[in-house]
């Protein structure tokens, strides 16, 4: 990774000496940035606004998942083990980009954040075997278009496929050459097109019924 390029990190864990950890590993790229850290995800959300991190490094808790999906960054989930992992990854409103397990070295967690801020999915090889089986009794269904009663205009239909696959408005905006201001522009029409108030109503939509 050029040395110019910084993929500045937020790190959420409850335990203060956890957050530590996971920053002295971090610091093993000198790409990566630690910018700020959170004890829960309600502290993340406004810690993230104030800090616009590329990754989120977050430890699997179980409350408050869904205020996950109004933070716009790419989120690397640190698990216990692979049943806890395959439940994150079911979790498709969250923008989860990989998986790596609490035990794993920590060039593991390195590699994974790496992976997450270009846009690519990671899972740490100790976890991949079993969760191949987890995913496939699991697998998406077609997605089911949203109803609306304006037709969407084509790059809002564009803007719509890349959030129901759980991309962050930052990560769409780079796909589609626009600004995040004009991604959440066009995410906010199409949910006032479909009368739905949240992404997450969006991507659960998406499944068939």
Not at 9 to 28: E, F, K, M, N, W
Not at 97 to 126: C, F, K, Q
Not at 128 to 137: A, I, K, N, P
Request: with cysteine; proline share 5%.
């Amino acid at each position: 990774m050029d040395s110019d390029i910084h993929t500045r990190v937020v790190v959420c864990d409850r335990h203060p000496y956890a957050r530590l950890g996971i920053r002295g590993a971090l610091r093993r790229d000198p790409a990566i940035e630690v910018v700020g850290e959170a004890a829960d995800i309600v502290e993340l959300i406004s810690v993230a606004e104030a800090r616009d991190p590329d990754v989120v490094v977050l430890e699997a808790q179980a409350q408050h998942l869904d205020k996950l999906t109004h933070v716009d960054a790419a989120v690397v989930v640190v698990v216990a083990d692979a049943e806890s992992a395959g439940d994150w990854i079911r979790f498709t409103q969250a923008n989860i980009r990989a998986v790596v397990h609490g035990d794993d070295p920590e060039d593991e967690l390195v590699e994974a954040v790496r992976r997450a801020a270009n846009g690519s999915g990671y899972i740490s090889p100790g976890l991949s075997g079993e969760l191949m089986r987890l995913v496939r009794t699991t697998l998406p269904r077609p997605l089911r278009p949203v109803p609306t009663h304006t037709p969407l205009t084509s790059r809002e239909a564009e803007v719509l496929q890349l959030v129901r696959r759980g991309l962050a408005n930052k990560e769409i905006a780079r796909r589609l050459g626009l600004s995040e201001k004009t991604v959440k522009f066009h995410v906010s029409n199409v949910l006032a097109k479909a009368h739905m108030a949240s992404r997450a109503q969006l991507i659960a939509s998406a499944a068939s019924a």
